[in-house]
């Protein structure tokens, strides 16, 4: 496994940062996405919740930079680098191919006798649910339009040419990752999980979703919120309702 390139400020972003922090929630993307798409968690979570985004290779501030087409790969190099903090009792956000990624960081951390809090897995089919896709292999033509879909990036995002070539090697890259990832067999995390998802998500069935509770020895629960692939866009509220509420409930909690 390759080492993270970089140092933990160019990986992790805190747009609201917090001395008085008593939790960390560590917030992980969608394909094609960066570590801004979870402002609005940070300025709601904050001061209480130190919320961590991070910010993968190949996007934004780090275009130059070649993006990870492996997840087990850019898993091995999250963990690492988020070893580098203090040990606040930490959960994870993931959104579609974040939570695949929070799932096998959290596997690490459990590896090394670190438990998560908790795992909040959303608009994600669980690890144990495989399917041939194919979207990575497009012309750009297609993979926009896949994208489009989805709603998963602006209009004016979209139909800017100039933003879309910087944007297109990250959407590629992070969709070969995402299609081709596979979950170990029976793999399990002893660290709860929450799986959230949207009613009308072509992505993800409510039984995809449902299938994340057998990838936990702890508790489980599921939460539907009306909405496509991008529910959390336009139910965030709601979204930060139930990361609010777990992590209140959890907040003084640290190593088991």
């Given at each position: 496994m390759s080492q993270p390139s970089g140092a933990p400020e160019l990986w992790l972003r805190r747009y609201r940062p917090s001395a008085t922090a008593t939790a960390r929630l560590v917030c992980l993307a969608h394909a094609g996405g960066s570590?801004?798409?979870?402002?609005?968690?940070?300025?709601?979570?904050?001061?209480?919740?130190d919320v961590v985004a991070v910010q993968y290779p190949g996007r934004q501030d780090r275009r130059n930079e070649k993006p990870v087409t492996d997840l087990h790969v850019l898993s091995a190099q999250v963990h690492e680098i988020l070893r580098s903090q203090d040990d606040l009792p930490v959960s994870f956000f993931g959104h579609s191919m974040g939570a695949s990624l929070a799932f096998e960081v959290i596997r690490r951390f459990e590896a090394e006798g670190r438990r998560p809090v908790r795992l909040f897995a959303?608009?994600?089919?669980?690890?144990?649910?495989?399917?041939?896709?194919?979207?990575?292999?497009?012309?750009?033509?297609?993979?926009?339009?896949e994208i489009r879909r989805l709603n998963g990036t602006s209009s004016l995002v979209l139909n800017d040419d100039e933003l879309m070539r910087a944007a297109l090697p990250a959407l590629r890259a992070d969709y070969q990752a995402a299609e081709t990832y596979q979950g170990e067999p029976g793999?399990?995390?002893?660290?709860?999980?929450?799986?959230?998802?949207g009613d009308a998500d072509p992505k993800t069935s409510l039984d995809d979703a449902r299938?994340?509770?057998?990838?936990?020895?702890a508790e489980f629960d599921l939460e539907v919120f009306p909405g496509g692939h991008f529910f959390l866009s336009d139910r965030t509220a709601a979204?930060?309702?139930v990361l609010d509420q777990h992590l209140r409930t959890h907040r003084t909690m640290g190593k088991p």
């Open positions: 570590a801004s798409f979870f402002l609005p968690v940070a300025a709601a979570l904050s001061p209480h919740v959303s608009g994600r089919r669980a690890p144990s649910i495989y399917r041939e896709e194919r979207v990575h292999r497009l012309d750009d033509a297609g993979l926009l339009a793999a399990t995390v002893d660290t709860p999980i929450t799986a959230m998802t299938a994340w509770e057998k990838h936990t020895t979204v930060i309702g």
